[in-house]
């Protein structure tokens, strides 16, 4: 079966989302109850202020479902440079391809948003080792690493990449 077929984007937040959010990325397996929090909260946030709320969203829907969502906004003070602050996909779909379609789409509206530059971070756990992986294969550089920054002997990994 492939994933990709029928799959359809939205960037119209609605209310059942956060609890989709809260789904995709407990089944993920790799976030913290409190990590979690935040996921749920960006959406809430974008729910409650609309177009006053900084963040961005892009959900991908099958069979009127969320199966994976992006989260990012523009970074204040930069004339250009935007955060990516999540990118989720259900556990089951993932290594299908969505969330490069998804990761695409998203720097599509960046661009057009005028964003330039594109940054995202993760950890430098182990257990991370195929996020970073998924980044670097999607054309994203290291250009940054912050020893310790989550806790101890786990650190920040940000990443670049610059939109055509």
Known sequence: MNIMIDVIYRQQIQPSDADAISAIVKSSGFFSAEEINIAVELAQEKLELAGDSSYHFLFAEKSNQVIGYT??????????SFDLYWIAVRKDLCGRGLGKALLLETEKLISAAGGRRVYVDTS?????????????SCGYRQAAFLEEFYAQDDGKIIYLKILK
């Open 71 to 80: 989260c990012w906004g523009p970074i204040p003070a930069t004339k250009d």
């Open 124 to 136: 430098s756990r182990k257990q991370y080792q195929p996020t970073r992986n998924f980044y670097e």
